[in-house]
């Protein structure tokens, strides 16, 4: 795998582990990724939020009916990220945020008894540990948390939704340099939280787990996924989930209030749970109705 093959994976992906085993059946008939309508104090529809996954398995069947003429009643597009088709620009971004001459062995940055699994990660995509001199933890976790992922970036849902709106109005509420930016200013100890995590959760028993409560729109799995695993540390679900929520609320909440309706398509686990998107907007006098 090159460099650039790499970044743009990890940047596809980031750290939603919803992969797809190659070949797996899916039953189109099923899918159900999670959509709410937003309707005012007043009944007025105000817009729709849709949670996303970056990464599937080619040829999987998530659009339903209901969906494509939600998309066609919006007015415009939100995502987290509105170039995020534009590699030159994706790749740019990581390179000048996640390079820092002179940093500590790949190998000392995890506990000793996860050095074995981190080598094997290392080997398995491609380079050595000398590889990861110049690379900050945090991208350096990034990069080795595609090797497991069995779904491919190029069919990310954000990037099809962006390709739907292609000449419309289309907004973003982070964009690269802002939502790499979070990463890059964790401190170094939760840097190494995120690698450990991504060492985990490569080990484990069911990879395609979240994938297909995604499709399904399995709320309950969802949710949990919001407190498990990586997002078990504090600090790390802190600057990943639910401070971007809260920046992404004081942006999204006057735009509601505006005419024009827009279609919110942020990461699933950012719309689901007590600190989700929908919780957020009804405790604002908003009713959020899940329409599948």
Known sequence: MNLRTAILSALALLISACGSAPGEEQDASAASPILYEITSADGDIEGWLFGTIHALPDETEWRTDLLQQTISNADYLIVEIAQLNNQSIMVDTFMALSRTPDQ????????????????????????????????????????????????????????????????????????????????????????????????????????????????????????????TGLMADPELRKAILTERNDAWMTQLEPMLAQPERPFVAVGAAHIVGPDGLAAQLGARGYTVTRLQ
């Open 104 to 227: 500590p062995d790949i190998g000392t940055r995890v506990d000793a008894r996860e050095r074995p699994q981190l080598f094997d990660l290392i080997k398995r995509a491609g380079y050595s540990p000398h590889d990861f001199a110049s690379v900050e933890t945090w991208a350096a976790a990034l990069m080795l948390a595609q090797v497991n992922a069995t779904g491919n970036p190029a069919n990310g849902v954000d990037r099809a939704l962006l390709k739907d709106f292609e000449g419309q109005d289309i907004r973003e509420f982070e964009g690269a340099a802002l939502q790499l930016g979070i990463f890059d200013q964790l401190p170094e100890a939760e840097q190494r939280d995120l690698l450990a995590g991504v060492l985990e959760e490569s080990a484990a028993d069911d990879p395609t787990r979240l994938r297909r409560a995604w499709l399904a729109g399995n709320e309950d799995i969802l949710v949990e996924a919001t407190t």
